[in-house]
């Protein structure tokens, strides 16, 4: 399903656009919402009928696939690390689709997965699941049709993208956009801002996601282009996920063009990408941010304050 690209405005000194995921019509949008459905293809297909799926206490991942499970009447339990304490709206958002929930500590999440999926399997049930992140190849092909939907609007509007920017988490969101780009010889930039992980680390998972997807589609693409096509860039993580206080950034960004971006990804890689292109004086560009979504969070830091300004600009 198609999401809108809108002309923001001249924000750093560039022409800046917006890949409205959050816009994304299931459960509150964003990227995850785009990824898991092809995983609920494969469901389909398979006639499986529970899903396992995986991610943090205020996981968007298990908001999007708890409400397609329910949509679907599959049986669902998400797999959380974090305090079960932790009521985030995502969390209340997972129960509202009447999944089931499992907390572990950070290092048990394997053995957790595994038992959760073989229980269910005593139980006669065909548990299907669907990784954090969505991470690899099945993840990777919905931003593959991203780029493509990319790419036709370039076309229908004239205006090309020298970069594209967007928070970069376990990879598999920017790995589908680079595999994309190389599917389509294009030549634009796609900086991944990154959220969380160091450099070495996130370009790593990026590529193995890419190499995983053409590996499944069966494209062979020379080495050297894959790496020149993969840009993590992790000088603007704050300190780690969730960490960084973006407040200055979402209030500017909300007050001036009523877009909702999120203090853990959205609001870290907006910001990210404007000092991205003051460091370089990239200037008269046209750039592209991909929303990826977060919108419960942006909710989130709105209650616990976070999100106020008075005359803040994006500076
Ligand atoms: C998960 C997530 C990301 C990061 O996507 P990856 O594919 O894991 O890199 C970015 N933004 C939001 C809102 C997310 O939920």
């Not at 790593?204 to 993969?230: F, H, N, T």
């Not at 960490?243 to 853990?264: E, F, S």
């Amino acid at each position: 399903m198609e999401t809108p690209i809108t002309f923001l405005g001249n924000e750093f000194g560039n022409r800046l656009y917006v890949k409205r995921e959050e816009l994304y019509p299931v459960a509150l949008g964003g990227n995850k919402a785009r990824i898991a459905k092809p995983f609920f293809d494969e469901i389909d297909a398979g006639g499986y009928d529970s899903v396992v799926t995986y991610g943090s206490a205020g996981s968007n991942l298990c908001r999007v696939v708890a409400a397609m499970a329910a949509m679907q009447g599959l049986k669902c339990v998400a797999v959380m690390h974090g305090e079960d304490n932790d009521i985030s709206l995502n969390l209340r958002l997972v129960r509202a689709s009447g999944a089931s929930t499992v907390f572990c500590p950070v290092g048990e999440v394997a053995d957790t997965i595994e038992a959760v999926t073989e229980e269910l399997r005593r139980k006669g049930r065909r548990p299907f699941f669907i990784p954090g992140g969505g991470y690899g190849a099945i993840g990777a092909q919905a931003y593959v049709d991203c780029f493509d939907e990319i790419d036709a609007y370039e076309r229908r509007s004239g205006v090309a993208f020298d970069h594209i920017f967007l928070p970069s988490g376990t990879g598999t969101t920017q790995a589908g956009l680079v595999c994309g780009k190389l599917l389509r010889n294009a030549t634009c930039e796609i900086v991944g801002i990154s959220i969380a992980r160091e450099r070495s680390r996130g370009e790593s998972a990026v590529l193995e996601c890419v190499r995983a997807y053409l590996a499944a589609k069966g494209i062979a693409v020379p080495d050297g282009r894959m790496e020149k096509a993969v840009v993590f860039e992790d000088a603007y993580t704050g300190g780690g996920y969730g960490c960084g206080d973006y407040a200055a950034t979402t209030a500017y960004v909300y007050r001036k063009y009523a877009l909702p971006l999120d203090n853990t990804y959205t609001g870290k890689a907006f910001y990210g990408m404007g000092q991205y292109l003051k460091e370089r004086r990239t200037v008269e560009r046209n750039v592209l941010f991909i929303n990826t979504g977060g919108v419960p969070s942006f909710f989130e830091d709105l209650i616990r304050g976070n999100n106020r300004s008075e005359g803040i600009t994006a500076g």
